[in-house]
């Protein structure tokens, strides 16, 4: 959408933090939501998915946090490593299977050793 | 298991050649097909897609057009190129979109000079 030109927000933390990284979604109609990781020069790669009759779910380090009140989806990465740097894309789904996805403008995550 | 392949990886070409990015898939049939593009240090910007043979839905206006001329081969091209069109350029698939959303190529760097 329109947030393809900006430049992605920045979110530094150190080595074994928790971090966060917070979406917010467009559509109150989305009802299957994804988290991608994109690292440098790659194309993205699947995390973790959720859908709307969930608030949560856990995956290896990873947690991803519905608030469908808000539209506001978060990712949770416990003890984080450099190998977590990366851009982290939100991405939404409300058409049903023959639906796109609609990607969120992305965070670019830094590990600091 | 299902495997999407994009090349060439990189490519420099000068303004006013055309291009020709080429990307299969295998494993599966029928999939839906997606080009994306994205400037350095930005967000996907979905171009074209496609749900089956010569059909192509174009989202931007722009320089380039897409072609699906076998059930898992999607063709992005170009007869002029532009500086602007330098960026980094992705395939996807997806069948079910809610199983996994999509799934992306490697990825193709493109550089206009």
């Known amino acids: 959408g329109e947030s393809v030109g900006l430049h992605l927000p920045t979110l530094s933390v150190q080595e074994g933090d928790n971090s966060i990284i917070n979406c917010a979604y467009s559509?109150?109609?989305?009802?299957?939501f994804i988290w991608y990781k994109q690292e440098s020069g790659k194309g993205p790669q699947f995390i973790i998915d959720?859908?709307?009759?969930?608030d949560k779910r856990q995956g290896q380090r990873v947690t991803v946090l519905l608030n469908k009140t808000v539209k506001h989806l978060s990712l949770q990465i416990a003890a984080t490593q450099p190998g977590d740097s990366a851009v982290y894309f939100c991405a939404e789904n409300y058409g049903g299977s023959q639906g796109n996805l609609i990607f969120g403008k992305g965070t670019k995550l830094s590990v600091k050793p | 298991s299902q495997t999407i392949h994009q090349w060439p990886a990189t490519l420099v070409q000068p303004v006013g050649s055309p291009l020709s990015l080429e990307c299969t898939v295998e494993?599966?049939?029928?999939?839906?097909l997606y080009w994306y593009r994205q400037a350095a240090g930005r967000g996907l910007q979905l171009l074209f897609y496609s749900v089956g043979i010569g059909q192509i839905s174009s989202e931007v206006p722009q320089n380039l057009s897409a072609s699906r001329p076998q059930d898992r081969q999607f063709i992005l091209s170009s007869k002029k190129l532009l500086l602007s069109d330098s960026g980094f350029y992705l395939c996807a698939w997806s069948v079910q979109v809610r199983d996994y959303g999509y799934t992306f190529g490697s990825g193709t760097r493109l550089t206009v000079v």
């Open positions: 494993g599966t049939s029928n999939p839906n």
């Open positions: 959720i859908r709307s009759n969930m």
């Open positions: 559509n109150s109609a989305s009802d299957y």
